[in-house]
């Protein structure tokens, strides 16, 4: 006799961009999930947002309770994400009962209270409209009136299975006091929800960071652990997803030009179409240039160039690449070039994130370039930073689009890592720029430190930086330790200079 695995309980897709990834399909069917989180977390978003998509993407009515904002103000502070609540509820769309509370009520001691009376208002929006979703937002304001968590618990209990009864999938919010304190003010609540997730907002490297978990689904299973999301008025709720991404890219056998004839050479003929490549170096290495080279090479194949510029305007990035050779004006104007300048500490890197996936989108590029990456890596945590880094490299590897980034070394000469946040393994590519002292002469240094899937030439070579771009030259001989910034001559190489000069020139006599 087999036995049949137990199946997992019904999932609601939520709409919400994100969260479905996480929680393997959406909210559990007819359950109630507790919502909590501290001020400013997100929740009545959220919680309107699952309500909203509900009814634009599945046909689904729904039911807002609020037990804090009075509705006219609710639907008011909405209209930002482009929301328009009123009319929903016009339509018989949406149903909002109002149960705010009365300043003038007194505090309830006894317990012959209850709440029948709001639980029949409740059901009775539900029926109006037809709701499938129901909302219990701040419900904790309610609370108050109550002194026994018996009490609270017991009535809690008694909505939620009402709730399930009516056949409806329920979101319940729940302020928290702070970030490390129970899940709510009356240490009961968790236990009445079948679902709980938690909304955070802390406060780390002087900025706010969301991120959502979900703490249980009962009887479904989910993701773990904590997931950064943002909040903004085109896409309300963004959750980024990290664990659900999957490496299940495709590879290309299609090579593209770096811009540098010499180092396509180096490359085995270049780079691969759906490659990252990392260009690191010190201040003044010609890590701007090469991305130019990069754009140059793109826009003469016909391809479409995008270039997030985190530390140069867009008219000192023109300039210089007209230094160079590089029209990018006339590339703008012909659609193969744009070019989009933001400052890092402008916004979170959550932020910055939907907003390069946003562009991408718009623009369709063949090509993304970033300068630089240790812009961003200087506003975030060793964490954040290198979320950041996998969910933009996931996107523009799943499209296909060759990327190159580049960063900006501590050290003048040499160094110990190639990013402070070891983000190196998660390119394809990487070119090291280096100084190179040598015979009292600051020289620069090239080296293709790895490539994945091809061959690529291990000489570190000699490059010049002039008026019509970066040139490779021939690899430095009989001299070593450039990378770790002490190059040195061996004895036998420093001799036979040594002999060629008095042989080309004598000692002039005494």
Known sequence: MSIESPRELEKLPTGIVGFDQIANGG?????????SGTAGSGKTVMALQFLMAGVRQYGEHGCFVTFEEAPVDLMQ????????????????????VDATPDPGTEVMTAGAYDLSALLARIENGIRKVGAKRVILDAIGALFPQLTDPNIIRRELHRITAGLRKLGVTTLVTMERTDEDSGLGRWGVEEFVADNVIVLRNRLEAEKRRRTLEILKFRGATHHKGEYPFTIDAEDGVTIIPLSAIELKQKSSEIRVSSGVAELDKMCSGGMYRDSIILVSGATGTGKTLMVSQYVKAAIEAGERALLFAAEESHEQLTRNAASWGVDFEQAERDGLLRIVCRYPEVMGLEDHLLQMKRDIHDFQPDRVAIDSMSAFERVSTQKSFREFVIALTSTIK????TGLFTNTTSFLTGGESITETHISTITDTIILLRYVELQGEMRRGLTVLKMRGTFHDKDIREYQIDGRGLHVLAPFRGVHGILTGTPTYTFDDERGRLRSLFEAEPPAAI
């Open 398 to 401: 799943h499209l296909e689009i």
């Open 77 to 96: 502070n909405v209209r930002s994400f482009g929301w328009d609540l009123e009319s929903m509820v016009r339509g018989n769309q949406i149903a909002v």
């Open 27 to 35: 909210l559990p069917k007819e359950r109630s999930t507790l919502l």
